[in-house]
């Protein structure tokens, strides 16, 4: 079993993180509408002060979203391997729902290089992207081709394994 390079790591994180940016603007919205509520109910406490709890408590909510989307980064890269087995190839990714993909050689039709030019540029990681031939089964039914990606290789190891593939 082979595991990703560990700067894929940094490349979950980021993606996680951008993913779930989103949520960021949610917060301040609150914040303006609390703002609004809390100081013409709170007697005691004064205006500054009240903007000063929610807008820190905002600083904790970036950073436990920050951790969280490092833990998920984690999480998925340390269950993302791929072997390359007598058989065919053998992908297991999943977090919560572990997922197992064999692909048989004879069934590869086309295993291709794909280089996002900013991921490659800024961390040196490259994509080996597996199509697989539509076919047809025992009780003649067609399968549809399988589309895998295996993401966060070096150089090396991505044309390496194409060519193993191939």
Same mark, same amino acid.
């Given at each position: 079993?082979?595991?990703? %390079? *560990? ?7 980021? =993606? ?8 960021? *603007? ?19 406490? !004064?205006?500054?002060?009240?903007? /000063?709890?929610? %807008?820190?408590?905002? /600083?904790? #909510?970036?950073?436990?979203?920050? /951790?969280?989307?490092? +833990?998920?980064?984690? $999480?998925?890269? !340390?269950? #993302?391997? +791929? &072997?390359?087995? *007598? ?5 297991? =990714? ?17 295993? &291709? $290089? ?10 040196? /990681? ?5 199509? !697989?031939? @539509?076919?047809?089964?025992? &009780? ?14 070096? !150089? @090396? ?10």
């Amino acid at each position: 079993m082979k595991n990703l %390079d *560990p700067r894929t790591l940094l490349l979950f994180f980021i =993606r996680n993180f951008f993913g779930t940016a989103y949520i960021i *603007p949610f917060w301040f919205i609150g914040v303006f509408i609390l703002e609004k509520l809390w100081v013409n109910t709170l007697v005691g406490l !004064s205006k500054e002060f009240v903007i /000063l709890l929610l %807008d820190g408590s905002g /600083l904790v #909510f970036l950073f436990l979203l920050m /951790l969280g989307c490092y +833990y998920w980064g984690w $999480l998925t890269f !340390s269950n #993302f391997t +791929y &072997e390359l087995a *007598p058989d065919g190839l053998h992908i297991r =990714r999943g977090v919560f729902f572990r997922h197992h993909v064999h692909i048989r050689y004879q069934d590869i039709e086309k295993a &291709e $290089l794909m280089i996002n030019q900013y991921v490659a540029r800024f961390f040196q /990681l490259y994509t080996v992207h597996i199509i !697989s031939r @539509e076919l047809l089964n025992t &009780e003649g039914v067609f399968q549809q081709k399988q589309n895998e990606h295996i993401v966060g290789l070096s !150089s @090396e190891e991505a044309l390496s394994l194409r060519a193993e593939l191939l």
